[in-house]
C-alpha cells in the first residue's frame, strides 16, 4: 500500500526559532499534498494544499507567510514553521492524496512539535 | 454550524458488545465518506469508506443515510483492541479536500 514518512516525528524548539518538517510518498507520486494541524482532543485542521510545481493554496485563517511550505517534487513537500511561538506547538500531519483519484488520502506518522 | 460533527463519546462498552455511534455532514454535495480510526498520538488510519449502499468489513458496518445526512459506524463483537477514536471523514469539494470530525472515543473494556 501508500505509505507516506514524516520526519522528524517530534522536534522541540525555542520561540522565535524555525523548524522544517518533511514529508515523503516512498513508493507513489504525490502530485498533491496536505498539511493538517491537530490540538489534543480536537478534530484534524487542514492548513493548506500543497501541489507539486505550484504555490500552496492555504485555508482561511492560516499565514502564508509563518508557514511555508514548498513541493519541489512528486514525492517531497515540506513544510517549515518560522518564528515558532508556543502556541505552535501542536501534531502536524501531512498526507497525500491517492494516486488513482480517489478522495482518499494517505497519512503520514506526524510530527509533535513542541516549542519552549 | 461544523461540517462534519461526532457524538464524542466516550462509549465505554465490554468487551464482545456491540456499539454503534453516528456522525453528521452538513453540505449535501458531499460525495466521499469514510471512517478513519486513529490512536492516541497517532496518526488517522483508513478504516473504510462508505457507500450508498452501505458496507461491512468484518466486524465493521457502515451505513451512509443521504437524505439525512449522516453516516453511521457498528462495530460487533468488540475487542479490547477496537478502543481509538473513529474520525467520520466526508469529501466534498472538487478538489479533494477532507473535512473531519472530532471524533468518537471508544473503550472497550476487559
Known amino acids: 500500500g501508500a505509505v507516506v514518512s514524516q520526519h522528524p516525528s517530534w522536534v522541540i524548539c525555542k520561540s522565535g526559532t524555525s523548524v522544517k518538517i518533511e514529508c515523503r510518498s516512498l513508493?507513489?507520486?504525490?502530485?498533491?499534498m496536505f498539511w493538517y494541524r491537530q490540538f489534543p482532543k480536537q478534530s484534524l485542521m487542514l492548513m493548506a494544499t500543497s501541489n507539486e510545481g505550484s504555490k500552496a493554496t492555504y485555508e482561511q485563517g492560516v499565514e502564508k507567510d509563518k508557514f511555508l511550505i514548498n513541493h519541489a517534487s512528486l514525492t517531497l513537500s515540506t513544510l517549515t514553521v518560522t518564528s515558532a511561538h508556543p502556541e505552535d506547538s501542536s501534531f502536524y500531519i501531512c498526507s497525500a492524496r491517492d494516486p488513482s483519484g480517489s478522495y482518499e488520502q494517505y497519512f503520514g506518522p506526524g510530527t509533535r512539535l513542541t516549542v519552549t | 454550524r461544523k461540517e462534519v460533527e461526532q457524538d464524542p463519546g466516550p462509549f465505554n462498552v465490554p468487551e464482545g458488545a456491540t456499539v454503534a455511534f453516528n456522525c453528521t455532514y452538513s453540505?449535501?454535495?458531499?460525495?466521499?465518506f469514510f471512517w478513519y480510526r486513529q490512536d492516541c498520538r497517532k496518526e488517522p488510519k483508513l478504516l473504510m469508506s462508505?457507500?450508498?449502499s452501505g458496507n461491512e468489513d468484518g466486524r465493521f458496518t457502515a451505513q451512509l443515510n443521504r437524505a439525512s445526512q449522516y453516516i453511521s459506524l457498528l462495530i460487533r463483537d468488540s475487542k479490547l483492541s477496537d478502543s481509538a477514536t473513529y474520525l467520520c471523514v466526508v469529501g466534498v469539494s472538487n478538489d479533494y479536500k477532507l473535512s473531519f470530525g472530532a471524533g468518537t472515543t471508544v473503550t472497550v473494556r476487559a
Open positions: 513508493d507513489f507520486q504525490a502530485t498533491t
Open positions: 453540505n449535501s454535495a458531499s460525495q466521499s
Open positions: 462508505v457507500y450508498s
